[in-house]
């Protein structure tokens, strides 16, 4: 079945403890990005990936670093958490946008964060 | 960079009735494509419906409809014979269609539709 998986998908933590959402793909799809969504503002993007080893910002990167050793994973890592990141965080894959078919995202199931 | 706004935080509808929820976006690329998401109370995100920009018939899913208005950059969701599943929080996504334009998906802050029995 294809599918994003993240883990965990509920998570509470105190601030400054450093944490990995993982997230991992089994579509072959080249694009991942990051997101977190907050009430009134939908879904911003953190960071996104074209490729492995191709990482670049999304809108609201501070705070966040990602890494993309492996086609499949893109684990979100938040180094020294706030409590303004408190937040649903989703991942999503997506095959390259000239591929002339699907263009749609797949998105992980969410995880939910809370920083104390 | 793209934008894209939804002006109706909220909505409601009798069940069996039509409701179309709005969508604007700011783009100046000529090759992009356009989303409906739909978020239910499991905040898992589902692909409604979506628009190429170089197509102009507009898409049709079952009771999902969309009016695409390129030259007015609008790009509006049609539920008909709403049913109590409909509800859920919906967002509009833009997407470029350019490898070269950085971003990848921009979304709207949503519109929550509720579904009256």
């Known amino acids: 079945e294809a599918q994003v998986t993240q883990n965990p998908r509920y998570l509470i933590t105190v601030t400054g403890k450093k944490l990995t959402v993982t997230c991992s793909q089994n579509m072959n799809h080249e694009y991942m990005s990051w997101y977190?969504?907050?009430?009134?503002?939908?879904?911003?993007q953190i960071?996104?990936?074209?490729?492995?080893?191709?990482?670049?910002?999304g809108d609201?990167?501070?705070?966040?670093?990602?890494?993309?050793?492996?086609k499949r994973n893109f684990p979100l890592i938040l180094e020294s958490p706030s409590p303004n990141q408190t937040s649903l965080y989703f991942c999503a894959s997506s095959p390259p946008?000239?591929?002339?078919?699907?263009?749609?995202?797949?998105?992980?199931?969410?995880?939910?964060?809370?920083?104390? | 960079a793209q934008t894209v706004t939804q002006s109706q935080p909220e909505m409601s509808v009798?069940?069996?009735?039509?409701?179309?929820?709005?969508?604007?976006?700011?783009?100046?690329?000529?090759?992009?494509?356009l989303f409906w998401y739909k978020q239910?109370?499991?905040?898992?995100?589902?692909?409604?419906?979506?628009?190429?920009?170089?197509?102009?018939?507009?898409a049709t899913e079952?009771?999902?409809?969309?009016?695409f208005q390129k030259a007015a950059k609008s790009f509006s969701l049609k539920i008909s014979d709403s049913q109590?599943?409909?509800?859920?929080m919906y967002f509009c996504a833009y997407r470029s269609g350019s490898d070269n334009y950085g971003q990848n998906f921009v979304f709207g802050p949503g519109t929550r539709l509720s579904v009256l029995p």
């Not at chain 1, 960071?47 to 910002?57: A, G």
């Not at chain 2, 239910?40 to 507009?58: D, H």
């Not at chain 2, 109590?84 to 859920?88: I, K, R, S, T």
Request: net charge neutral; with cysteine; proline share 6%.
């Open chain 2, 62 to 67: 079952n009771r999902f409809s969309v009016n």
């Open chain 1, 36 to 44: 977190r969504q907050d009430p009134g503002l939908g879904l911003r």
């Open chain 1, 60 to 70: 609201v990167p501070e705070g966040y670093k990602v890494s993309r050793k492996e």
């Open chain 2, 40 to 58: 239910p109370p499991s905040r898992q995100m589902i692909l409604v419906i979506r628009q190429e920009a170089y197509k102009q018939q507009n």
């Open chain 2, 84 to 88: 109590l599943g409909d509800a859920a």
């Open chain 1, 97 to 116: 946008p000239w591929w002339r078919g699907v263009h749609t995202q797949y998105f992980g199931p969410g995880t939910r964060l809370t920083v104390l």
């Open chain 1, 47 to 57: 960071y996104y990936s074209m490729n492995v080893e191709v990482t670049d910002k």
């Open chain 2, 14 to 33: 009798q069940e069996a009735e039509t409701v179309t929820l709005s969508c604007t976006y700011d783009t100046s690329e000529s090759d992009y494509y």
